[in-house]
């Protein structure tokens, strides 16, 4: 009577043991199925970031060039008729985007915005002089095409100066192609940081099924065979971290084409759309290549290796 009492109490026990390890294994595997998509999620949501940077990187470059100004001076001899001639060469110039003129009246009230003090009251006269303001169209922001564009404002003997920020000018060309670069570069480590991540967080819930993949292995199952359970439930995790991170690119997409409407980020929907796509594809092939080397490494053990 005793050892039925005891085996019954050691019974119970063992069950509960079992099924406390039980659930500890299901919350470790919804952990790291929570893990995958998160993953997926965070590396498709950069790449896809940076992706719509690259196809839109000339517009931001283009908008970022148009903004640098070109200050053209003129003397306080050069007539109102000099002025106007020059207010209509630069309608029609095809180097120009935009222009503003600025009288030294104008000038001198902005400079003593800026510095909170009246200089004219200290310099008796306003020293500025009349200028015009000029913002070239982002495909003549080039040294080349500055300089000719110089060259020919100089002629006109009223000029006193033309000042623009030339160091900037060059940085702006010099380092596009640069940055462009290493945007694909950094695709590429997340690409690689994604497959690991995934590859970790795929191996516990392979882990779990070693014994039920060897046993399928021992009654003639193919490798394809095992595998292919574990890929698709793989894919169907990188799915919805791919869809959760178009829908925050759609996001970002809005917020930006709202708060810039200048760039008009949504102008090339085709491009648009195929980065979109392309991060659903990369999702599914992320997971679909990390899945496929996770379970190889089960797939090659030994009986003796499982334990």
């Given at each position: 009577m005793f050892k039925e009492i005891?085996?019954?109490f050691y019974g119970i026990k063992l069950n509960s043991m079992a099924s406390s390890f039980e659930k500890f294994q299901k919350r470790r595997l919804i952990s790291s199925y929570f893990s995958v998509v998160l993953s997926v999620f965070l590396v498709l949501f950069l790449l896809g970031i940076?992706?719509?940077?690259?196809?839109?990187?000339?517009?931001?470059?283009?908008?970022?060039?148009?903004?640098?100004?070109?200050?053209?001076?003129?003397?306080?001899?050069?007539?109102?008729?000099?002025?106007?001639?020059?207010?209509?060469?630069?309608?029609?110039?095809?180097?120009?985007?935009?222009?503003?003129?600025?009288?030294?009246?104008?000038?001198?009230?902005?400079?003593?915005?800026?510095?909170?003090?009246?200089?004219?009251?200290?310099?008796?006269?306003?020293?500025?002089?009349?200028?015009?303001?000029?913002?070239?169209?982002?495909?003549?922001?080039?040294?080349d095409s500055i300089k000719q564009f110089e060259t020919k404002i100089l002629e006109n003997p009223m000029v006193s100066d033309i000042v623009y920020d030339k160091v900037l000018v060059n940085l702006v060309n010099d380092n596009i192609q640069k940055i462009t670069f290493w945007i694909l570069i950094a695709s590429g480590f997340l690409a690689l940081v994604a497959v690991l991540l995934i590859n970790s967080s795929m191996r516990l819930s392979i882990y779990s099924n070693r014994f039920i993949i060897k046993t399928m292995q021992m009654v003639g199952a193919t490798k394809s065979f095992i595998r292919k359970p574990f890929i698709w439930r793989s894919i169907k995790l990188g799915v919805i971290g791919s869809v959760l991170a178009i829908i925050a690119l759609m996001g970002v997409l809005y917020y930006v084409d709202t708060n810039f409407p200048n760039l008009n980020i949504l102008e090339d929907q085709l491009m648009i759309g195929a980065v979109l796509v392309g991060v659903l594809l990369v999702g599914i092939l992320i997971t679909w290549f990390?899945?496929?080397?996770?379970?190889?490494?089960?797939?090659?053990?030994?009986?003796?290796?499982?334990?």
């Open positions: 005891l085996y019954y940076l992706g719509l940077f690259v196809i839109n990187s000339k517009k931001l470059s283009d908008d970022f060039k148009e903004e640098i100004a070109m200050s053209v001076y003129f003397k306080n001899e050069a007539s109102d008729s000099i002025i106007n001639a020059f207010d209509t060469e630069m309608k029609t110039s095809k180097f120009v985007k935009s222009y503003d003129y600025v009288t030294k009246d104008e000038a001198a009230k902005q400079h003593t915005d800026i510095i909170g003090e009246d200089f004219m009251a200290f310099l008796g006269e306003n020293p500025l002089e009349n200028s015009f303001d000029i913002h070239l169209k982002a495909d003549y922001i080039v040294t990390s899945t496929f080397f996770a379970t190889q490494r089960f797939l090659n053990l030994r009986t003796d290796d499982l334990y």
